[in-house]
Structures are given as C-alpha cells and as structure tokens.
C-alpha cells in the first residue's frame, strides 16, 4: 500500500509516518528529507529533489509519506491519503513548542529516524512563526484544491485520537 500524508506545518504529519512505518514496517519517506540538507536545511536543487522523489519510489512497492510540498506530492500516486490540515492555532501552538524544543538540539546530530526533523526550527522569531502561519494556511487551501480534484481513497487525521481508525483501515487494504 502507497499511503500519502499530507497537512500544513505542525499537524503531526511526521509523527503519523513514523508510526504507521513501525506498525506496518513500510518504508518512510519524509519528503522534507528529499527537499533539503540535513546539515543546514538549504534546498537540494529541484531536478535534485525530482530524481530523489522518483528513486524512492521506483524501488519500493509499498510506502508512507508525509510532506507539504505540493510538486512532489501531485507526482505521487497513492493508494491513500491521509488529510491532517488542522486548525490554525493549533498548528501555530505546535510548530511553535517545536522551536523551543529544537533549540536543545543546536549543535546536535538529528537522528534521521526521528519524525521531526529540527533543522528549520533552530531559531524563533515571531517573524517566523507569523510566516509558518501564513504558509500553513496557503498549504491548507493547496491541499483542499488537490483532494477536491482526484478520485483517491482519504482518510482525515486531526490528532493521535484517530490513528486507530487509520491503523483499521491500512489493515484491512493490506
């Protein structure tokens, strides 16, 4: 099964891959990790980020996905997709908990099998997380444009409370 996440900034995106790989020990691409470097969160170029999307996906069968790119997500074909657009102050509280608790990283080597990637969340600013909103509202609206035009299974995801439900149904398809 091809599982496709996909949500604004702070959903819990990640966290689902993550956990959805564990449970059914399908691989996990973050596309956050195809789009940018590790060491200092500059973007790969996107020919780079293109060739890295499809050799993904030319060698595995099956496979979980999260991201908010769209360019790379309308490239995919997903047997699901999970919806976790979430409400904006919720988002807004996420990611910004996220700065604060990437700070203790500065410095660190990031674990790539964590969920959260903290590379771009290094530095606070109320500039920044202004611009996180403003991006996650303008993904919001991207991702409802994309599920409004394909005819793929979704499932919607809002927080941990509905992971049951996806759990029941990725079990039933595979």
């Known amino acids: 099964m091809k599982i496709l996440i996909i949500g604004p900034l702070g959903a819990g ?7 959805i790989n564990k449970k059914f020990n399908l ?5 956050d990790e195809i789009c940018r470097r590790p060491e200092d969160g ?3 170029t996107l020919e780079e980020q293109l060739t890295k999307l499809s050799d993904f996906l030319q060698s595995h069968d099956d496979w979980v996905a999260e991201g908010c790119q769209k360019y790379l997500y309308e490239k995919m074909k997903p ?12 988002a807004i509280w996420r990611f910004t908990v996220r700065f604060l608790k ?8 990031i ?6 990637q ?3 969340y290094r530095k ?12 996650g509202q303008e993904i919001n609206t991207e991702i409802g444009k994309f599920l409004k035009n394909n005819k793929i299974p979704k499932l919607q995801c809002k927080s941990f409370k509905d992971y049951d439900k996806i759990f029941s149904y990725i079990k039933g398809k595979i």
């Open 102 to 109: 990437a700070k203790k990283l500065i410095g660190k080597v």
């Open 111 to 116: 674990d790539k099998d964590l969920p959260v």
């Open 118 to 120: 903290a590379y771009h």
């Open 79 to 90: 047997d699901l997709i999970i919806d976790m657009r979430i409400n904006r102050f919720v």
């Open 27 to 31: 691989p996990r691409l973050n596309l």
């Open 124 to 135: 606070i600013t109320l500039k920044k997380i202004r611009d996180y909103d403003i991006t």
């Open 42 to 44: 500059s973007y790969f």
């Open 13 to 19: 995106k990640s966290s689902l891959a993550y956990a």
